[in-house]
């Protein structure tokens, strides 16, 4: 089992910046990917950027250049920097973990956290 604590969600006026960080009870080399989603009301969740173990990172394109996704191997924590917000920004962020054993995959979600940017 692993847990993903998120934090760092918050009210922030468009053009500003915030950093969530997702904390993983395990050492984050056991994981296979990590990445954050968003969902906003009446929306699908969606993946915004990932991170495989290896550090390669891909994004959505209508955050490339704005968002930056990175690993700190040694608090176990995920970051995702988010740089000239905007209103379609807001949605509910969540932190995944991908965990392969054997043949299973094993997906892992944190509980979720507001990101509210007001135009």
């Known amino acids: 089992q692993v847990q993903l604590v998120e934090s760092g969600g918050g009210l922030v006026q468009a053009g500003g910046s915030l950093r969530l960080s997702c904390a993983a009870s395990?050492?984050?080399?056991?994981?296979?990917?990590m990445g954050w989603y968003r969902q906003a009301p009446g929306k699908q969740r969606e993946l915004v950027a990932a991170?495989?173990?290896?550090?390669?990172?891909s994004y959505k394109d209508s955050v490339k250049g704005r968002f930056t996704i990175s690993g700190d191997n040694a608090k176990n924590t995920v970051y995702l920097q988010m740089n000239s917000l905007k209103p379609e920004d807001t949605a509910v962020y969540y932190c995944?973990?991908?965990?392969?054993?054997?043949?299973?995959?094993?997906?892992?979600w944190g509980q979720g956290t507001q990101v509210t940017v007001s135009s």
């Open positions: 995944h973990a991908s965990v392969v054993r054997g043949i299973e995959v094993y997906d892992y």
């Open positions: 395990i050492s984050i080399f056991s994981i296979n990917a």
């Open positions: 991170i495989t173990r290896g550090g390669s990172t």
